[in-house]
């Protein structure tokens, strides 16, 4: 089996240091530690969490869309698959490093889908994002972390308390959609949705893109 080689580091503005590494054709980011935050091949679910949300507001004009993390791009490019042309597509990346890996490391896994001129990358706290925006978005989605706690960064914890959970439906359009992945299911976090004024639903979807391997939990929460 070929080893892993390291391409690069980072680290997130508050939180800990993220590395790259390629197998092969195989990417990985991970936790300094050894905890993966995403791989190439598993990019299932990340895609499901863009899919799901955006059925929810499938036919409005002109959707507004933030998307809460880069990663590996994944939710991107599902999001790109079944936007209109007159979507708008915002990604915020808090780590600049994420954003230039995109176009050097992983190029070939990114290709061309950040030069598509629905998309536009900003470079910041995505929960400073959602404060700021009232009635902005139809669809928020967020994958920051590996569920909702402050993994990668102790103040995305705010992200996911009540206090940021009413700022996301501040800043959603009536009908809009907050989208959250996880790793692992969580049922307090359902219910604190449901206490901020949520209609929740929670999805188990497939890790990879067959009907084996680990599952993930997305969170679907309309603004009635």
Known sequence: ???????????????????LLRRGDEFSIRLQGGNELMNSRLGGSEEALATLALACVAGRPAPRVLIGGLGMGFTLRAAQAVAPADARLVVVEIVPDLVGWAGQHMAAVFGDCLADSRVAVRTRDVGAAIREAAGAFDAIL????NGPDGLT????????????LRSARRALAPGGVLAVWSAAADPAFSKRLSRCGFEVTTRTVRAGRTRSGSRHTIWIAVRP
């Open 1 to 19: 089996m070929l080893p892993w080689i390291q391409l690069a580091t980072a680290t997130a503005p508050g939180g800990g240091t993220l590395r």
């Open 142 to 145: 967020l994958d920051v972390d």
């Open 153 to 164: 960064r102790a103040d995305n914890d705010l992200l996911y308390r009540e206090d940021g």
